[in-house]
């Protein structure tokens, strides 16, 4: 293919915004799609093969957007919008932009950062049950926290319930001091940590004193029905199936769920059956149930988690491959036998 070149605007404000400190992004886009950049007052010429240029125009334009929309730049941003134009999807970045669902305490705005976050938020929206299936860093449980906030504030219902299984992540913590309280704080600290950032420690210590905000182990559920509720389910992939359908049927008139897990991290017993992993394959064809899966490129943390999550899909999937070629082996030579 042979090569070109392509010239496009970018207004001086924004140009420090859309190539980062020290050119970062601008460098990683040239790396990335093999073209070169040469910026000349208020435009920027493009080099390279055909192809690569167009997916280069299609990155800039997109920051350039999202910059005079007033969005800063992150690294997040760039490797997403990246990721976009060298699958030559159709979608852009700037789709999801305004969906603003709530601010922090801070005032950062929290919105949904990629297309299978906007899914899962608006699905959130629309269903009574939604299930938020994906690795870490996805956003899976903060955007349901951020949604379950919205509602609660709007008062769209009338209390927040905040729940996971209290199961060791792969260590034996022995008897943990203090009263039950303090032993199940730990297992619920990540709530903890959302809640603060986005409500407040004062606002969420008085609502809670109200009983207007619960974060409670799994257990606390059985026998209860609750209506009129925000409910987050986190860590489903640690639930037996017992304990899920124990949860699901718990659910009353008005409330809101939002089930998340990650099935490639489960700190069940081996040989345990994830009640995730059934409820799933039980519920998928029933209406007002929603199943979004958050894959790595969803991830919003550090790059680096990114590839580290790509990295475990890629390795998983190749076992799973060798385990159905050696599995299909043996049973061809079993036949041979016989």
Same mark, same amino acid.
């Given at each position: 293919?042979?090569?070109?070149?392509?010239?496009?605007?970018?207004?001086?404000?924004?140009?420090?915004?859309?190539?980062?400190?020290?050119?970062?992004?601008?460098?990683?886009?040239?790396?990335?799609?093999?073209?070169?950049?040469?910026?000349?007052?208020?435009?920027?010429?493009?080099?390279?093969?055909?192809?690569?240029?167009?997916?280069?125009?299609?990155?800039?334009?997109?920051?350039?957007?999202?910059?005079?929309?007033?969005?800063?730049?992150?690294?997040?941003?760039?490797?997403?919008?990246?990721?976009?134009?060298?699958?030559?999807? /159709?979608?852009?970045?700037?789709?999801?932009? !305004?969906?603003?669902?709530?601010?922090?305490?801070?005032?950062?705005?929290?919105?949904?950062?990629?297309?299978?976050?906007?899914?899962?938020?608006?699905?959130?929206?629309?269903?009574?049950?939604?299930?938020?299936? !994906?690795?870490?860093?996805?956003? /899976?449980?903060?955007?349901?926290?951020?949604?379950?906030?919205?509602?609660?504030?709007?008062?769209?219902?009338?209390?927040?319930?905040?729940?996971?299984?209290?199961?060791?992540?792969?260590?034996?913590?022995?008897?943990?001091?203090?009263?039950?309280?303090?032993?199940?704080?730990?297992?619920?600290?990540?709530?903890?940590?959302?809640?603060?950032?986005?409500?407040?420690?004062?606002?969420?210590?008085?609502?809670?004193?109200?009983?207007?905000?619960?974060?409670?182990?799994?257990?606390?559920?059985?026998?209860?029905?609750?209506?009129?509720?925000?409910?987050?389910?986190?860590?489903?992939?640690?639930?037996?199936?017992?304990?899920?359908?124990?949860?699901?049927?718990?659910?009353?008139?008005?409330?809101?769920?939002?089930?998340?897990?990650?099935?490639?991290?489960?700190?069940?017993?081996?040989?345990?059956?994830?009640?995730?992993?059934?409820?799933?394959?039980?519920?998928?064809?029933?209406?007002?149930?929603?199943?979004?899966?958050?894959?790595?490129?969803?991830?919003?943390?550090?790059?680096?988690?990114?590839?580290?999550?790509?990295?475990?899909?890629?390795?998983?999937?190749?076992?799973?491959?060798?385990?159905?070629?050696?599995?299909?082996?043996?049973?061809?030579?079993?036949?041979?036998?016989?």
């Amino acid at each position: 293919m042979g090569l070109m070149e392509a010239v496009i605007d970018i207004p001086a404000e924004h140009e420090a915004n859309v190539f980062g400190q020290f050119d970062i992004f601008a460098k990683k886009i040239e790396r990335t799609l093999h073209v070169t950049f040469i910026a000349r007052g208020d435009s920027v010429k493009i080099m390279g093969e055909a192809a690569n240029v167009e997916k280069a125009k299609k990155v800039l334009a997109q920051l350039v957007g999202l910059s005079r929309k007033g969005s800063t730049i992150q690294e997040q941003n760039v490797d997403y919008t990246l990721a976009l134009a060298m699958e030559d999807s /159709k979608e852009s970045i700037l789709e999801i932009d !305004g969906d603003i669902i709530c601010h922090t305490l801070q005032g950062k705005p929290i919105k949904p950062k990629t297309l299978g976050q906007k899914e899962y938020v608006d699905a959130l929206r629309r269903q009574m049950i939604v299930f938020g299936l !994906g690795p870490a860093g996805t956003g /899976k449980t903060y955007l349901a926290m951020a949604m379950a906030i919205t509602a609660f504030r709007n008062n769209e219902v009338g209390r927040i319930i905040l729940t996971r299984p209290a199961i060791e992540a792969g260590e034996k913590l022995g008897f943990l001091p203090g009263d039950l309280q303090s032993k199940i704080d730990p297992y619920l600290r990540p709530l903890y940590d959302a809640l603060y950032q986005i409500m407040g420690a004062e606002s969420f210590l008085k609502n809670s004193e109200r009983g207007l905000i619960e974060v409670a182990p799994l257990a606390y559920m059985r026998g209860r029905t609750l209506d009129n509720a925000y409910i987050i389910l986190d860590e489903a992939q640690n639930t037996t199936p017992a304990q899920m359908k124990m949860f699901l049927t718990r659910i009353g008139f008005g409330s809101k769920v939002a089930v998340t897990g990650d099935t490639s991290q489960k700190d069940l017993p081996v040989g345990q059956v994830s009640g995730l992993d059934v409820s799933i394959s039980v519920l998928k064809n029933i209406d007002d149930i929603a199943i979004c899966n958050l894959t790595s490129k969803d991830v919003v943390r550090h790059p680096l988690v990114q590839k580290i999550v790509k990295a475990y899909e890629d390795y998983e999937n190749r076992s799973r491959t060798k385990n159905r070629v050696r599995d299909g082996k043996v049973r061809r030579e079993r036949g041979q036998k016989r």
